[in-house]
């Protein structure tokens, strides 16, 4: 009935974030009609701001004048661009002043970023992606535009020792020479900054490294900047890519924004792409009608960018306070629970280490730390979702309601201790049984010996791992178990 195309449609297994986001639109958490749902710390949207933007939105007068024409055609669109054109000139400190000419609108992001590796890719062509990554892109370069994303594997590990993820030129070299041994078309470099999930930012002196890669390659650069005004660390500087001076290949420079996040307002789809180059503008323009935004959005988007004073002097700031306190409460349980993450000033999501509530450091163990989460009501986003190489990372958001954020913390804390307790809590008490230190050290080294060669300089916590890995594959726990439990009833072990 389908064409190949629909049939691969609905054969592509959802993506884990997908699986999660449908499970709790069915049972989500309310605390007074649904008190036992799920609470959604999935999904990347600002809840903290709701009220603000209500109060703006009910002015009197907001709706005045609106017009009813199809946004593509009535000059309100050129109106919209302008005022974006104009807000972003400052925002982003660019170094000349936007042309309105150079924006194209669509309905979010996402479209954005469909159309334009349309006009730039052909179908199978691929675009290297910094890992872990947004999952959406993968269903913005793979559903309409059939464009392959070649991943850029970062880990904590990587990066100059302070800073772990770090991209940096070498590793993009290595990814390019890799995906063209697997044969791929690479066309470009999609970067994210702040970047999600990392929540990152890059320095200028990174942005132009990694632009002069784009043009060593003949590559397009595109930089997604849509976290762009969701910084509420005021030590950390967001760096646009239109703030460089002589950027190397400004034909093939491309940065995306958009409303849903610094906004707040994912519902009213509407996102930019600024780019110099007349061909890109002029296919992207030819795509706008299906990807045009409502005229409704377009009119209340456009009356919040007139007023300067209003988001200078109460929207961004509360914005940032809300944000700031969110991230604080987000740090503080994750610190009271050892939890290691990356911390940043950005974004509306925390990137943290669960792995210690893990098994062994695998993609199976991170899934099972997921459902056992989402078991105790908590939905949160596994690194896999984001391609991410590294097993046992997640991204929790911290953008919603403080009473929520609240409950969802008591059922983390309670869920993850008992994984600490029926997992690796065992096994802390094997090791605190003095009867088995000999054992243990003996097994140890036998492990050592067998997983890994001998010699080598693993680190104690990749011996414990592989310890705990051999005692789940083996009887050796319950004959120690036995031989413990027959010492103390004959009074031994007193
Ligand atoms: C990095 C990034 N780009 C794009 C989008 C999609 O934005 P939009 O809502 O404008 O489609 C998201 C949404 O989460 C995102 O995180």
């Not at 592509?12 to 036992?36: A, I, Q």
């Not at 950005?346 to 056992?372: H, I, P, Q």
Request: glycine fraction near 6%; aromatic fraction near 8%; hydrophobic fraction near 40%.
């Amino acid at each position: 009935m389908l064409s190949a195309r629909g049939r691969k449609l609905i054969e592509t297994p959802p993506n884990v974030l997908l699986v999660g986001f449908n499970l709790w639109d069915k049972n989500r958490y309310d605390k007074d009609s649904n008190p036992t749902g799920i609470i959604n710390l999935v999904t990347s949207e600002n809840k903290l701001v709701f009220d603000v933007l209500k109060n703006k939105i009910n002015e009197e007068g907001m709706f005045e004048d609106m017009p009813e024409e199809y946004s593509q055609y009535f000059g309100g669109l050129q109106r919209f661009n302008q005022l974006v054109a104009e807000f972003l000139t400052e925002r982003m400190k660019t170094v000349k002043p936007i042309d309105a000419a150079n924006i194209v609108s669509m309905n979010g992001v996402t479209s954005i970023v469909a159309a334009l590796v349309q006009v730039i890719c052909d179908e199978g062509d691929s675009i290297l992606i910094p890992t872990p990554f947004y999952s959406g892109f993968l269903g913005d370069l793979g559903v309409i535009p059939r464009v392959k994303a070649c991943p850029v594997h970062l880990s904590s590990q990587c990066g100059l020792s302070r800073n772990s993820w770090e991209l940096t030129v070498d590793a993009l070299e290595e990814a390019l020479v890799q995906a063209k041994k697997e044969g791929a078309n690479v066309r470009a470099l999609l970067l994210t900054t702040p970047n999600n999930p990392l929540g990152c930012v890059y320095s200028r002196e990174q942005l132009v490294s990694y632009m002069n890669f784009t043009k060593r390659h003949n590559l397009h650069c595109i930089v997604d900047e849509i976290y762009m005004m969701t910084v509420f660390d005021e030590t950390i500087e967001h760096v646009s890519a239109l703030s460089i001076e002589h950027p190397p290949d400004p034909e093939r420079l491309h940065v995306l924004w958009g409303f849903s996040k610094d906004f707040a307002v994912s519902g009213f789809r509407s996102g930019v792409v600024l780019t110099e180059s007349r061909d890109v503008l002029e296919a992207l323009n030819q795509m706008g009608l299906f990807f045009s935004q409502s005229t409704l959005a377009l009119w209340l988007l456009s009356k919040l960018l007139s007023d300067k004073d209003w988001l200078d002097r109460v929207y961004f700031p509360t914005n940032r306070v809300r944000l700031r306190a969110h991230y604080d409460l987000m740090t503080r349980f994750l610190d009271s629970m050892s939890i290691p993450y990356v911390a940043t000033g950005t974004g509306l999501y925390v990137w943290c280490d669960l792995s210690r509530y893990m098994r062994e450091k695998t993609f199976e163990e991170e899934d099972r730390v997921w459902k056992a989460l989402l078991k105790a009501g908590v939905l949160v986003a596994p690194g896999v979702g984001f391609m991410c190489a590294e097993p046992g990372w997640f991204r929790i958001i911290f953008s919603i309601p403080n009473d929520s954020l609240e409950v969802a913390f008591e059922r983390m804390r309670s869920c993850l201790c008992e994984l600490t307790e029926s997992e690796c809590g065992m096994f802390d008490q094997v090791l605190s049984v003095p009867a088995v230190e000999e054992d243990l050290a003996s097994a140890v080294v036998s492990v050592s010996v067998a997983g890994q060669s001998e010699g080598t300089d693993e680190s104690l916590e990749d011996l414990v791992l592989l310890l705990k890995r051999k005692i789940a594959e083996t009887d050796w726990l319950e004959q120690q178990t036995a031989a413990l439990n027959e010492s103390k009833s004959d009074g031994h072990g007193q």
